[in-house]
């Protein structure tokens, strides 16, 4: 078994002290094996706690890269490669502007856990599902699927992984919660 790095070590305690909301849960994952010498994957879930049933409102991968050798197209020895899912109001969903809303909650996210980055990348999509034939009685939907990119300036990933994890309550549509402040359930109205 080889060594790892002093830097993603650190890495890695950095993602052990994040703190996140009650409403997501983060697992570790198998982590890609080609992309970089050193990766760590965790798969979030955003459920409400409220629900008897506790739906998923949305899904999001969060990978960290490491090649000590560094990488010209990263521009840096890390990169957070991160994937969202949720679904979405029909609304909302046919609004043209809805990608970049999405990678608007992107920047805010990291803006505000003043995670320091450079060469961010992305795309946003909608993805439209109908249902024909036996299926025809299930409603269509809309889903928002955010796949981004960016460098971390150096080794300590705890912002990082914090900004993500509020932005995948974003898109589950939870509202932002400051600091000391305890979000009430959602009421459910039929």
Known sequence: MRRLPDEFREALSGLRRARHRQEIT?????????????????????????????????????????????????????RVVT?????????????????????????????THRARYS???????????????GLATR??????????SWTPEGPDSTDHLEAWADMVCAFAGLPPVPDGVTPLPRIRRN
Do not use: C, K
């Open 26 to 78: 983060l697992d570790e994952i198998p982590a890609p094996g080609r992309l970089a010498p050193f990766a760590v994957a965790l798969a979030a879930e955003v459920h409400d706690p409220s629900a008897v049933e506790r739906p998923e409102l949305a899904t999001g991968r969060f990978v960290l890269l490491h090649d000590p050798a560094g990488s010209p197209v990263w521009q840096g020895t890390f």
């Open 83 to 111: 994937y969202i899912r949720a679904s979405l109001e029909a609304d909302l969903g046919n609004d043209p502007m809805v990608g970049a809303v999405a990678w608007t909650w992107l920047v805010e996210a990291l803006e």
């Open 119 to 133: 060469e961010a990348g992305g795309t946003a999509t909608r993805v439209l599902s109908e249902s024909f034939g």
């Open 139 to 148: 409603p269509d939907t809309i889903d928002i699927e955010l796949r981004a």
